[in-house]
């Protein structure tokens, strides 16, 4: 994703270093770590934290954000979403699964790999090209990413969007409307429900705990 | 650049609301807006705040960082200056057909292909974008006011000890005393190129730009 803004505090890389330590602990070649969490949860700090703190223990992590994989164009993605039912359509069905195992594939063969890459200022998809040959881990965010086959380590942040609509308006990513809210409810549902398949939990307040 | 980081504040905001005002009766399709000065001083998060002003306005504007377009890559660039000396460190450095090659895709609305430093491994992916549709460029840059396109050209004025600090907490580079003398010949370098440019901003980058 270009033109991303992070907010990354204390309580990110404090629950960074927990996650990392973990994954030090059950390291293996071309590992695949997921971070799963509601809109405005801090996903992607997350990722950008462990990623770039790895690199001090010698792991090359790339970070892969699964939003820039919507079938839908962000620019339609509203019109979509209204004429065929929030109910219906928001979730996991809204992604481009089989470009992103395509993708998470030539990670594991450290080949060359194209992907879309969602530009938020132009709000184009771009295609990002990435050598993977010299790439040892992939720390995938996106509110269903635990549910992406073969990953090794799963992380859930607990906060809802309730907790954190506040987050939200500070990152000014989106207005605030009904129709927000009815995605985010939504969204809320189906990113809840994978929360018994996690490994690490990021509680409320950010603290890390093993979920088994 | 992926996963770069940026901290917009109310003076970047400001300055940007000031080049709209500026650029009023000005604007002309394709519009090319260059923006100067040292490592730290702000660039590209004036580059964001702008783009996001004119998105607003309906004007549609790549963001383009020079420094995906280094001829040496991150991770051997420290070494190859150390090998070829300080007089090594320029605009010479910058591989300049390939940007005269983007710029000339976005004026003819072709598809272009540009280099894209992943700031967390550091390794340059390739990013493919479209450029129909896309009203303005807007490169950042330590050199890029010497783009002979450029249509609007802004300085941001940083002096060098508050560049080294920013440096610090930007945790982009460590400090040692090559980079330093790197720091001292880029300034030379950069204030040279000031004279040509239309606008200037300084962000004094300290007060309340890095809040970690």
Known sequence: MLGDVLLITEKHLKAGEAIIEHILKHRKPKMMIAISGESGSGKTELAHVVAKGLRKHGIMAKPLHIDNYYRIHPLERTEWRKNNGIDKVVGPGEYDWDTLNRNIKEFKQGISSTGPCVDLVTEQIDQLTTDYSGIDMLIIDGLYAIKTDNVDVRVFIELTYHETKKAQVVRGKEPQNEYRMAVLEKEHQEVQALKPSADILIGMDYSFRLAK | ?212
Not at chain 2, 81 to 86: D, E, S, T, V, Y
Not at chain 2, 152 to 163: A, N, Q
């Open chain 2, 1 to 212: 650049m992926l996963n770069d980081r940026i901290t917009v504040t109310a003076k970047h905001e400001q300055a940007a609301d000031v080049v709209i005002e500026y650029l009023a009766d000005k604007l002309r399709p394709k519009f090319i807006i260059t923006i100067g000065g040292e490592v730290g001083s702000g660039k590209s998060t004036l580059a964001y705040a702008l783009a996001h002003k004119f998105k607003k306005q309906g004007v549609r504007s790549k963001i383009v960082d020079l420094d995906d377009f280094y001829k040496i890559s991150p991770l051997e660039r420290k070494s190859w200056r150390r090998a070829n000396g300080i007089e090594s460190v320029g605009p010479d450095e910058y591989d300049w057909g390939k940007i005269i090659h983007v710029i000339n895709d976005f004026y003819e609305n072709n598809v272009s292909v540009m280099p894209c430093v992943d700031l967390i491994t550091d390794y340059v992916d390739e990013i493919s974008t479209n450029f129909e549709g896309v009203d303005m460029m807007i490169i950042n840059g330590l050199y890029a006011t010497k783009i002979s396109q450029s249509d609007l050209r802004i300085f941001i004025e940083l002096t060098y000890d508050e560049t080294k600090e920013a440096q610090i907490f930007g945790d982009k580079e460590e400090m040692t005393a090559f980079r330093k003398q790197i720091l001292e010949r880029e300034h030379e370098m950069v204030q040279g190129l000031k004279k040509g440019c239309d606008l200037f901003f300084d962000f004094d980058a300290l007060v309340d730009k890095y809040h970690l």
